[in-house]
């Protein structure tokens, strides 16, 4: 299974929809940070040749109850915290490998609302450059520079927002910052820093609106591209982008996803072509979604059944791009874990003689990465290919039985442009002869399938289970059950253990 | 005799055993079938024709040449594909209907079908279309079909 169980961590607890923030200082550690249920600052940390630690208050740091603890390492052996305490004035301290914790202190005299998130980013290791909503509602910021110390504070381009909203700024390269916040008029707002050219004004970001402090999360998945998400005002979980050759394009809604106003979307981009979110849904479960250059957005599923206070925050690291760890408040107030490895993978090459009519085809690839991820199989989208083959678009497929092939599915399987041997291809026709909805009969060496465009949502997942191995079962519930994919019952359908470890022995799945 | 809802559900699988299904269900079944076809939902119209074929019952053609005034391509290539099943005399006039449609796909489907059911009618067919079609692939194919065979 590529998720885990959620596990608790260390016996920590927090209040309701206290953030986790945690922080990879190198690929074989964590370190966690949160205000606990007494409102004083606590830090654990987990090793690879350790494991867990207990939890311990940092240096005496007290925040109001779930005030967030901001983090950064400017370097592997060094850490910043950033907080906003008790008597409403921004801290800091900071952990080194050859001093150990420091103690807390005030940074330039700055003051915000109690639970003001301070944001913070190193543009190089010997810089920091910090910004906050202040107690009069401007935005401001200040920095710190290995050579010159902490600057005072000052107000960013004329910003503001409503008390308490978090400010997201990220470094798309070293001399380059990008700010993004809810404003007063609930538009959401950007501006930028360029080391040539100095601070912009603050422009509303494609028309887009939230909630009064929504928080906007930013990914650069490289240099020239950002992606920005929030929960508008509707509800609905809304994505942007800005690309250096397009500029910003228009908001729209990510896979149908919903969660509570000002909720936090956490995303990472594990390698420029992916990016995973996470967000408590409107259902107070605790939901993902991907996005990859070669797929697109996948649907939204639950985490390991998962569940939070509705708007709590779920804070992702990928120590590598292969791995993920997530943190969240539960419902019981314990803190929470889960890990992701990406272990099983299916690719697929889908080669277009016709649409889909009764489904679209996005449909039909989410359904089946939905049925498949929740047993640990990724299923990636190698490449799309359109097939001008008119003569083969509605296909013989003799008896569609396994191992006996047509004619015309070996003149139509020969076509496997970038597909590697253990790669799977998908043909999706207008019919076949005689009329089905699939077939996974394919020669040896060729491992394929054809999808019709009366199939269903889960007629794709269903013939590539055959092509891994899989046969017909009779409950209506599972997604081999032999009575049609259309009349599956309770979905999104299930394989059972067995099914699992037939698909996993396959050698196409890689 | 099977009902309609009996039927329609043998036929709304991923995959069918048609000679398998046309056994079980037999002649019987083709009033439902007929009834399927007229339904109009080309996921189950389409399996409905095709199996009145290998059927072959007294009332096949009947449902055949209703989908092959189907609305819906993969309805008429159904009809085309199973007219193989039936006697030559039955669905020449069907197949030779089929030969003229305009979707590419039932065009090719309907020309695999007049080389197999052959007769003179059919070949003559064959032969126009190898000349005369739109679409080069198409007229390839014919021109192979129509060469004598043997």
């Known amino acids: 299974m590529s998720w885990s169980g959620w596990f608790n961590v260390s016996g920590g607890a927090a209040a309701l929809r206290s953030p986790i923030t945690a922080i990879a200082r190198n690929p074989n550690h964590l370190d966690l940070f949160v205000t606990g249920t007494d409102r004083r600052i606590y830090s654990c940390?987990?090793?690879?040749?350790?494991?867990?630690?207990?939890?311990?208050?940092?240096?005496g740091g007290m925040a109001a109850l779930g005030s967030p603890v901001t983090a950064i390492a400017r370097n592997p052996n060094h850490l910043d915290l950033f907080v906003t305490g008790t008597d409403g004035r921004i801290y800091s301290c900071w952990w080194d490998a050859s001093s150990g914790w420091s103690g807390w202190f005030n940074v330039s005299g700055g003051a915000a609302a109690l639970g003001s998130r301070i944001e913070v980013v190193a543009r190089n290791p010997n810089h920091l450059d910090l910004f906050v909503t202040g107690t009069d509602g401007r935005i401001y910021s200040c920095w710190w520079d290995a050579a010159s110390?902490?600057?005072?504070?000052?107000?960013?381009?004329?910003?503001?927002?409503?008390?308490?909203s978090p400010i997201t700024a990220i470094a798309r390269n070293p001399n380059h910052l990008d700010l993004f916040v809810t404003g007063t008029d609930r538009r959401i707002y950007s501006c930028w820093w360029d080391a040539s050219s100095g601070w912009s004004g603050w422009f509303n970001v494609s028309g887009g609106m939230a909630a009064l402090g929504s928080p906007i999360t930013a990914v650069a998945r490289n240099p020239n591209h950002l992606d920005l998400f929030v929960s508008g005002t509707d509800g609905r979980i809304y994505s942007t982008w800005w690309d250096a050759a397009w500029g910003w394009d228009n908001w729209f809604n990510v896979s149908g996803g919903a969660a509570a106003p000002r909720s936090r979307i956490n995303a990472i981009a594990r390698n420029p072509n992916h990016l995973d979110l996470f967000v408590t849904g409107t259902d107070g479960r605790i939901y993902s979604c991907?996005?990859?250059?070669?797929?697109?957005?996948?649907?939204?599923?639950?985490?390991?059944?998962?569940?939070?206070?509705?708007?709590s925050p779920i804070d992702v690291v990928a120590r590598y791009p292969d791995h993920l760890d997530v943190f969240v408040t539960g419902t019981d107030g314990r803190i929470y874990s889960a890990w992701w490895h990406q272990s099983e993978q299916v690719r697929l090459h889908v080669k277009i003689l016709s649409e889909p009519t009764s489904v679209t085809r996005a449909a039909m690839l989410q359904g089946m990465q939905q049925v498949f991820a929740s047993v640990g199989i990724d299923v990636t989208v190698a490449s799309v290919e359109t097939l001008n083959l008119p003569l083969l678009n509605d296909l013989d497929v003799g008896t569609c039985t396994r191992g006996n092939t047509t004619a015309e599915q070996n003149q139509l399987f020969a076509n496997r442009n970038n597909a590697g041997a253990n790669d799977m291809c998908v043909y999706l026709v207008r019919s076949t002869v005689p009329p089905l909805n699939g077939c996974a009969a394919h020669p040896a060496g060729r491992p394929s399938a054809v999808v019709t465009s009366v199939a269903s949502q889960w007629t794709l997942g269903h013939e590539c289970g055959h092509v891994l191995g899989l046969n017909h079962v009779a409950p209506t519930d599972r997604l081999m059950m032999g009575g049609g994919t259309w009349n599956i019952t309770n979905p999104p359908p299930d394989f059972v253990q067995s099914e699992v470890n037939t698909m996993i022995a396959s050698p196409l799945t890689q | 005799m099977p009902d309609l809802e009996d039927v329609r559900r043998e036929l709304d699988r991923d995959e069918l055993n048609y000679p398998q299904l046309a056994r079980e269900l037999g002649p019987e079944a083709l009033p439902q079938l007929e009834a399927l076809v007229a339904e109009d939902e080309p996921r189950v119209a389409s399996k409905a024709a095709y199996l009145a074929g290998v059927i072959a019952g007294p009332t096949s053609s009947r449902v055949v040449s209703l989908a092959s005034d189907s609305r819906h391509d993969v309805v008429r290539v159904a009809a085309a594909a199973t007219a193989t099943a039936l006697p030559a005399d039955e669905v020449a006039g069907i197949v030779e209907h089929l030969m003229a449609d305009p979707d590419v796909g039932v065009r090719a489907r309907a020309a695999r079908s007049a080389a197999q059911l052959e007769g003179d009618d059919l070949r003559d067919r064959l032969q126009a279309m190898a000349r005369n079609d739109d679409e080069p692939a198409l007229r390839e194919l014919a021109a192979e079909l129509a060469e004598p065979s043997g």
């Open chain 1, 45 to 59: 940390w987990w090793d690879a040749s350790s494991g867990w630690s207990g939890w311990f208050n940092v240096s």
């Open chain 1, 290 to 311: 991907w996005w990859d250059a070669a797929s697109g957005w996948a649907g939204w599923f639950n985490v390991s059944g998962g569940a939070a206070a509705l708007s």
């Open chain 1, 149 to 164: 110390g902490w600057s005072g504070w000052f107000n960013v381009s004329g910003g503001a927002a409503a008390l308490g």
